[in-house]
């Protein structure tokens, strides 16, 4: 598989990592993007929190890498880095609430990173 192909798997998997709060709370994650973005340029201070900012970041990073066309390392890693922060915390979220939905839509971004970062270091 190349890096290109990773890539954008990493993207769309990330897009698909399933948040659920409360009793009846729940949205993928492109939903919750959606809304920082719109609410982005109505109520910024509204949307400026850590957890918020460094995934978005991130998938700006990655998207940016598959745009290139020898997608940069420090680049790619960043960006996944970034991601991590937030699939990893839901991932333990999930792991800890035993909410399988959760832990099984963050997995396929987990495992692509992994891989890709592995791919990554046996290319140079």
């Known amino acids: 598989m190349t890096i290109k192909i990773k890539i954008l798997l990493l993207i769309v998997s990330s897009l698909f990592v399933y948040l659920s709060w409360g009793i009846e709370s729940a949205a993928f994650l492109f939903q919750m993007e ?49 991601l991590l922060v937030l699939i990893g915390f ?6 800890l609430s035993l909410r399988f939905p959760i832990i099984l839509s963050t997995l396929p971004f987990i495992i692509l990173a992994f891989i890709t970062l592995k791919s990554l270091r046996t290319i140079k």
Do not use: D, R
């Not at 700006?60 to 745009?67: E, F, G, K, R, T």
């Not at 839901?90 to 792991?95: A, D, K, M, R, T």
């Open 90 to 95: 839901v991932f333990i979220v999930g792991l």
């Open 34 to 82: 959606f809304e920082i973005i719109s609410k982005l340029f109505t109520k910024p201070t509204s949307v400026l929190h850590p957890f918020t900012v460094i995934p978005l970041f991130g998938q700006l990073l990655v998207l940016i890498a598959l745009l290139q066309k020898s997608p940069s390392n420090l680049l790619l890693k960043t960006g996944i880095s970034c």
